[in-house]
């Protein structure tokens, strides 16, 4: 079928601003997307960066447009780690009416070493018009990896307007589309399954053989299931019990006690090569128990642990937290996940040890 033209273009805006001929081309909005509760806290650590940074209006709730005075380039290269922002892509095209494959591409900037790409598509989705981008891209050689792509050519169709861009992969800080993993689980033991296998692909983690990990906090057993499943040998603790599918697991030992009385019980010679803690506790109170966690992780150890935020906390809670964690530990990365709700997940390093990453 021959491809509808463009027939109606009330507004096709150049969005880059061209500096130089054949420059560098700035791109002054990206659409962000948040969780919804939490969109004025990533307007904050935006702003926070840059006071000029501005929302420009919201495509849905929780995706907003934004406007930066420094452009998109300078965002990424200097903007301090960003904890809200779940998703991000720059606006490099906007159109208003019907769109064309062959002028969409034409007005992104696709990364000239390519390679594997993914479209992703939201708001008033249209899968014909998904399907002609990937074939005319697979026509000029890119090959379609959905899940491991490295670019991604990002589409946000919105009350007739089309919002396009093309980025890598890492700099729209998640994979999926809009940061929405989803994960296919035949055998759910808690929901919270999802937010560590959300966090060991966000943060990259893979156990070696044999690697040990202590679980604080870990009734009714759902991140110790992950953590089986990814090959740790496990404890898991919590004065709550653990769901019946973990008993007589080989790699399980459950210790029914407060992560507390466990640590202070420990010999400090039992070493972990990882320590996640999901407690449901007051955030400082969790940071105590990580900081008297720290000598039982192993040289070159991580740590996952989810912050809790009570009603009002956020940006300025949070680093004062990270700033008593980074007393023991190297606070590798802090992000609002798909999966939190009213959490934010923290990666940590174990400070000392030659291993350290
Ligand atoms: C959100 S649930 C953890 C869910 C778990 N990560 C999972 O995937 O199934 C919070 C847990 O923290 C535990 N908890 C609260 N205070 C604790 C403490 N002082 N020591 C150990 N566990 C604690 C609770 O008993 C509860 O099981």
């Known amino acids: 079928m021959m491809e509808r033209r463009l027939t109606l273009r009330l507004r096709r805006v150049a969005v880059g601003r061209l500096r130089g001929v054949g420059m560098e081309t700035v791109y002054h909005k990206i659409i962000i997307t948040t969780r919804p509760e939490s969109a004025s806290f990533a307007m904050g650590e935006l702003q926070n960066y840059d006071r000029g940074i501005r929302p420009v209006g919201d495509l849905a709730v929780g995706v907003k447009e934004i406007y ?40 992104v900037a696709i990364p000239d070493d390519g390679g594997a790409f993914s479209v992703q598509m939201r708001g008033d989705t249209d899968p014909g018009l998904i399907r002609r981008l990937e074939n005319a891209l697979e026509e000029r050689n890119y090959v379609r990896d959905d899940r491991y792509p490295r670019w991604v050519l990002s589409l946000y169709a919105h009350e007739g307007g089309l919002y396009a861009g093309a980025s890598r992969c890492g700099d729209n800080r998640s994979a999926w589309n809009g940061g929405t993993p989803r994960y296919k689980r035949a055998d759910f033991i808690s929901r919270a399954e999802c937010k560590l296998m959300e966090a060991m692909e966000t943060f990259g983690l893979r156990p070696r053989p ?10 009714p057993g759902g991140w110790s299931k992950v953590l089986l499943e990814a090959g740790f040998h496990v404890t898991a603790v919590d004065p709550g019990a653990l769901d019946k599918r973990l008993a007589h697991h080989p790699r399980l030992s459950y210790v029914c006690a407060t992560a507390q009385r466990f640590l202070a019980a420990r010999d400090k010679a039992e070493i972990f090569d990882a320590v996640v803690n999901d407690m449901k506790m007051d955030m400082y109170d969790s940071v105590r128990v990580m900081l008297d966690a720290a000598p039982f992780l192993a040289p070159g150890g991580v740590a996952v642990m989810t912050l809790k935020l009570a009603k009002g906390q956020g940006l300025r809670k949070i680093n004062k937290a990270l700033a008593l964690l980074e007393k023991k530990y190297r606070v590798g990365d802090t992000r609002q996940l798909f999966h939190n709700r009213d959490e934010v997940t923290v990666l940590l390093y174990r400070l000392s040890g030659p291993a350290a990453p």
Do not use: S
Not at 69 to 80: E, M
Not at 83 to 106: C, K, S, W
């Open 68 to 107: 930066l005075p420094g452009g998109y380039g300078k965002l990424l290269a200097d903007a301090p780690p960003l904890i809200f922002v779940r998703h991000m892509f720059p606006v490099q095209y906007f159109a208003v009416g019907e769109y064309a494959a062959a002028d969409i591409l034409a007005g």
């Open 210 to 219: 044999h690697a040990r990990a202590l679980d604080l906090g870990a009734a």
